[in-house]
């Protein structure tokens, strides 16, 4: 698998966020924390990909809040 592949499957996986199971998620997200890590990805790149992840990060936060009765 090139690169551009790779980059291409997270950022598919990253916009389907919402709609997969607990484990498959997390999975995406430390996927996503890898390429932002590596040094040799393109800036451009990463604040896509932690553009991305803020986003489901935010959603997730909100989904949560909404489902525990003990929130306020």
Same mark, same amino acid.
């Given at each position: 698998?090139?690169?551009?592949s790779y980059l291409d499957k997270i950022f598919s996986e990253l916009e389907q966020l919402?709609?997969?199971d607990t484990v498959t998620g997390a999975i995406y997200r430390q996927q996503a924390q890898e390429i932002l890590a590596d040094p040799s990805i393109a800036l451009k790149v990463k604040v896509a990909i932690a553009d991305?992840? +803020?986003q489901a990060n935010r959603?997730?936060?909100?989904? +949560?809040a909404g489902n525990?009765?003990?929130s306020y």
């Open positions: 698998m090139t690169i551009s919402d709609r997969v991305l992840l +803020s959603q997730l936060a909100i989904a +949560s525990n009765e003990e």
